[in-house]
Structures are given as structure tokens and as C-alpha cells.
């Protein structure tokens, strides 16, 4: 099974969140992070107050996870959804959308504790890792 790991979810790893943790050590060798996401890791990392830490615990992540590119496929499947959505005047969020066309063009569950931004997205398979 492939997981897709939305920045919340990383942030919680990040973070030393035992939960979390736990799962990243369950599914290694199938842990995914979009492109978007890591540039959303990059600018936590990056911030002027950021502790100089940041920067070596993102590069450590980067060691257990894939990260996925966003391809002219990805942007088909994000602007298919988006123009759904639209059409139903449903929100769609840029970047969660981004994470979710990543998702559902390559079959894998997006893991988030953020499952609200996600909810309109038709046929993605949502798990949350930080509720027992």
C-alpha cells in the first residue's frame, strides 16, 4: 500500500508526534510526499525564526519518503477535478488540490488530519493517522 503524506501529517512526524511516527516506521518503503507538500516543508524550514534544526529534520524526512513531482498527468487530473468542482460550486483549494491530483492520478491514499480540505474530492481515499 502507497500513502501519500500531506504536510500536516509530516509536520506531526516532524515533530515528534509518537502516533505518527509509528506509522512512517509501519510503512516504510511506501511513504510518498507531493512536490507541493515539500515546498510547504521547505518554507516552514526556512522561516527567518526558524531554529537552525528545521532545515537537517526536513532533509532527514527526506530519506523515508519519495517525493512525487507534479506532471502535465497530475495537472489533467487536477484541472478535470477542479472544473468538477467548480461546476458544483464546491471550494477547491490550489495546493490541497495539487496534493489530491498526485493522489488519485497514481492510486494511493492521501494521509491527512486536515480531512475536511479534502472532502469534495470525488474517489480520493482519505485516512487521518493522528485519531486512535
Known amino acids: 500500500m502507497s500513502f501519500l503524506i500531506d504536510t500536516d501529517i509530516c509536520s506531526a512526524h516532524l515533530k515528534g508526534n509518537a502516533r505518527v511516527t509509528n506509522r ?8 510518498y510526499i507531493s512536490v507541493v507538500t515539500l515546498g510547504e516543508l521547505f518554507t516552514w524550514a526556512l ?14 524526512l527526506l530519506s523515508d519518503v519519495v517525493v ?39 492510486g ?10 479534502y472532502v469534495n474530492v470525488p474517489n480520493l481515499h482519505v485516512v487521518d493517522w493522528m485519531v486512535p
Open 24 to 31: 512512517f516506521l509501519q510503512y516504510t518503503g511506501g511513504l
Open 47 to 60: 522561516r527567518a525564526a526558524a531554529p537552525p534544526n528545521r532545515l537537517q529534520a526536513l532533509s532527514d
Open 68 to 106: 512525487m513531482d507534479a506532471t502535465p498527468d497530475v495537472a489533467r487530473v487536477f484541472g478535470t477535478v477542479r472544473a468538477d468542482l467548480f461546476d458544483k460550486g464546491l471550494p477547491a483549494p490550489d495546493m490541497d488540490l495539487l496534493i489530491a491530483a498526485t493522489a488519485l492520478l497514481h
Open 108 to 117: 494511493m491514499t492521501l494521509v491527512t488530519h486536515n480531512t475536511a480540505d
